[in-house]
């Protein structure tokens, strides 16, 4: 590997370590390479079409980024790409840090007005799910953060009180995409930004 590379013996260390795995029931997909008396196999199925994405977050698990920190990522992502010199459509990115309050945490939202009302973006991130646990898992961290998202609208529409207030959850992954849950909801990157390039609802369905 060192020979095929460019990286250091340190750094693929720490790569095969990262997608690696001596549990009694591995997970394949993520962890492509099993360690049986210091010696690794693999399985070809996984190595030859591998889910790039079920790798790429093992690694980033193993550099200790948590799915806050991926979140936190995401909201500068999106805020770059709304950018005024992208979008051609009219909207004004609201300072949130102006809004004081005591209670409600909007440090990782993002507040957009548009013409008849505000957008509120609510990062979400998560594992990509394949087994029907890990969906299960996702849709029930998806639900209880609608929650969290619901006080933050009543708070803001006590703030601003001049149109309404749409929510939703923006997601790193597309695999749930359009889902509602408390009528809030989720669409990937793309699909929402979409939105603000046709300047159309009609995108979001």
């Known amino acids: 590997m060192i020979e095929c590379t460019d990286y250091e013996r340190k750094t693929l ?7 690696s795995s001596s549990a009694k029931e591995p997970y394949l997909w993520r962890k492509p390479f099993y360690e049986i008396d210091n010696n690794l196999y693999f399985s070809l199925a996984t190595l030859n079409t591998p889910n790039y994405s079920l790798l790429v977050e093992e690694l980033i698990h193993d550099a200790g980024y948590s799915s806050k920190d991926s979140e936190s990522l995401l909201k500068i992502f999106i805020k770059e790409e709304l950018s005024e010199a992208n979008i051609k459509y009219s909207f004004m990115h609201i300072d949130l840090t102006e809004i004081e309050s005591n209670s409600i945490d909007l440090s990782n939202n993002l507040l957009y007005e548009l013409n008849d009302y505000y957008i509120l973006i609510e990062p979400i991130c998560y594992n990509y799910p394949i087994e029907s646990k890990e ?11 609608t929650y969290d998202v619901a006080d933050k609208v009543t708070f803001l529409n006590n703030k601003l009180n001049d149109k309404g207030i749409i929510p939703l959850m923006v997601s790193n992954y597309n695999t749930l995409s359009s889902l509602h849950i408390n009528n809030i909801p989720v669409f990937d990157f793309q699909l929402f930004k979409n939105y603000f390039l046709q300047g159309n609802l009609e995108t979001f369905k």
Not at 13 to 19: D, K
Not at 135 to 145: S, Y
């Open 135 to 145: 969906i299960d898992d996702v849709i029930i961290k998806i639900g209880n953060r």
């Open 13 to 19: 260390e720490r790569i095969v370590s990262a997608i």
